[in-house]
């Protein structure tokens, strides 16, 4: 024999430990993969779906009742320039649940992206565009929930919160219109769901988390199934020949949306980090009812 015994016995165990040290190398990064898919289940209980079931972290003004919806399927329309041109107006109308964002208009561009609103999403910046028109959005659409978000700075109600108190100015004006603030909590429910995600701290990251991915912790929690119109992938801006698009709809000739993406995504401060939080819808769609359409995502 060329190797004597007690070196043999010496290389085994030099491979048995390099062995172990491959294992648990690899170990450990399945688990930080699989993790998160663990947590959306238990973030996103799978109860079965109740209608009106009270939602906690959304409170109205100003009698502080919790939000009720009854959404089985919600129609989500994006603010993207991917809107236009696709004739989707029609199809999204017939939903009886049609959630929008922000202050994007419906007026004008109703053959793509309908007439209703049921609830939209509300960027604490984006209020005063709504309080520019405010008979239209409070007055008229008085049937629309609005859903605000906004850090505590701007939302507190000691009277230092700026937004807070344009928003229960509103509601004196406009009594009938239908207001509810993100809660503290759940504020800091969705910071907690992007670090879970991700392993990034949102703010150590120096970022914001989009009215997009407020949107989608609602509607987890709210609908049964969520149809997406208007919102690109994760890769899109990576792929060969897309379709540049305004960043908004409404807002033509501002800068195109992965021009806009790319942007915000490297943002050292400030940012919104569009393409990563794609990344993460995709991961949710793969254990929840989501689908995505116009440009749709290949699903499995
Ligand atoms: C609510 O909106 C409807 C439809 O636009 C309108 O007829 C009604 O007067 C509004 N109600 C209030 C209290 O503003
Ligand atoms: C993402 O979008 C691009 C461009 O539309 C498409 O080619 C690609 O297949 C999509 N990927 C997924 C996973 O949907």
Redesign the pocket.
């Given at each position: 024999a060329l190797w004597s015994w007690p070196l043999w016995r010496a290389t085994s165990l030099i491979l048995v430990v390099s062995l172990f040290v491959v294992v648990f190398n690899y170990s450990e990064k399945p688990y930080i993969l699989l993790a998160p898919v663990f947590n959306s289940h238990w973030m996103f209980s799978r109860q079965p779906h109740k209608a009106f079931k009270p939602h906690l972290g959304y409170i109205s003004i100003p009698n502080q009742e919790p939000l009720k919806l009854n959404c089985e399927v919600c129609i989500v329309v994006s603010s993207s320039g991917q809107m236009l041109g696709q004739a989707a107006g029609p199809e999204i109308d017939r939903s009886s649940c049609i959630w929008r964002m922000n202050n994007a208009p419906t007026r004008g561009f109703e053959h793509d992206v309908g007439h209703r609103t049921t609830l939209r999403v509300v960027s604490h910046t984006s209020v005063p565009l709504l309080l520019q028109r405010p008979q239209y959005f409070f007055g008229q659409a008085n049937d629309t929930v609005y859903v605000v978000w906004g850090p505590l700075r701007n939302m507190r109600k000691d009277g230092k919160g700026m937004v807070y108190n344009m928003l229960r100015q509103a509601t004196i004006n406009f009594p009938h219109a239908r207001i509810y603030l993100t809660t503290e909590e759940r504020m800091n429910y969705c910071d907690m769901v992007f670090k879970k995600e991700t392993g990034k701290d949102r703010i150590q990251s120096g970022s914001y988390l989009s009215t997009g991915w407020f949107t989608l912790v609602l509607a987890m929690d709210v609908c049964k199934e969520i149809h997406i119109y208007g919102m690109?992938?994760?890769?899109?801006c990576r792929?060969e020949g897309?379709r540049k698009v305004p960043y908004h709809y409404y807002e033509a000739g501002s800068r195109d949306e992965c021009a806009e993406y790319l942007l915000h995504e490297s943002a050292p401060y400030g940012g919104h980090r569009f393409i990563t939080e794609k990344a993460v819808f995709?991961k949710w769609a793969k254990t929840h009812a989501i689908k995505?359409f116009n440009?749709?995502?290949?699903?499995s």
């Open positions: 690109i992938n994760d890769t899109y792929s897309y995709a995505f440009p749709p995502w290949q699903q």
